[in-house]
């Protein structure tokens, strides 16, 4: 069974801080998606990344995949309230067709 | 050019009663997923269907059954309601050519009481 850990679930910080998203999972994949998700609505894509070494940035998020480590990380520089959601990282293994996501990471952002 | 739309929006049943979700993918999109979301968790895949099959199912009840037209629009269907059933239902489709990715849908919120 494929796992997609996401850490941390929870994060506070303030505006103008920096903070990185992990996320983690279990099986060979080249197709990695990050969403955003606001309250009540669907999923937003932010990036989606299909090889080794992919970084992709938009605006303040940045995101990247290790698939060696199966690995991938979001980060957010100089943070905003706008960015203030729910992250989700999903992972779509070599052998199927179906997302797999993580718990999420429910960001917050404080002045 | 329209993209994944679902129907009905939001939708109150009562336990033991039936219910189906409809969606219409993208356009030019032939492969539709469905997807639960639990209040709180992440989305959990249900089923995919691509050429009015079903390609790949997910860890859920025969309770819950699908179907797709021949203009790619879908269907999903829930039989006997459960609580536990309350959640977002999402819709994504999927194109061919090489875009592999998952475009979602508004989603239908549906309520069991």
């Known amino acids: 069974e494929l796992k997609v850990e996401q850490n941390p679930l929870f994060l506070s910080m303030q505006e103008g801080k920096n903070y990185t998203i992990y996320c983690n999972y279990s099986t060979t994949s080249d197709r990695l998606y990050w969403y955003r998700q606001d309250p009540g609505k669907s999923l937003e894509s932010l990036f989606v990344?299909?090889?080794?070494?992919a970084v992709k940035q938009e605006g303040r998020l940045m995101a990247s995949l290790d698939t060696k480590a199966r690995l991938s990380t979001l980060h957010i520089t100089a943070a905003v309230h706008d960015l203030s959601a729910t992250y989700f990282c999903?992972?779509?293994?070599?052998?199927?067709?179906?997302?797999?996501f993580g718990k999420g990471t429910s960001l917050l952002v404080t002045p | 050019d329209a993209g994944v739309t679902q129907s009905p929006t939001h939708l109150i049943k009562t336990r033991g009663q039936q219910v189906t979700l409809r969606c219409s993918p993208k356009s030019g999109h032939d492969t539709v997923s469905w997807y639960q979301q639990a209040l709180g968790q992440g989305p959990q895949f249900i089923f995919q269907?691509?050429?009015?099959?079903?390609?790949q199912r997910g860890n859920f009840p025969d309770r819950f059954s699908g179907h797709q037209f021949p203009n790619y629009s879908s269907e999903l269907n829930v039989n006997a309601l459960l609580l536990g059933d309350s959640a977002l239902y999402l819709c994504a489709s999927t194109g061919t050519g090489g875009d592999y990715e998952q475009y979602f849908g508004p989603g239908t919120r549906l309520t069991v009481t």
């Open positions: 990344l299909l090889s080794n070494g």
């Open positions: 999903a992972v779509e293994p070599n052998s199927g067709y179906a997302l797999n």
């Open positions: 269907y691509y050429e009015e099959e079903e390609r």
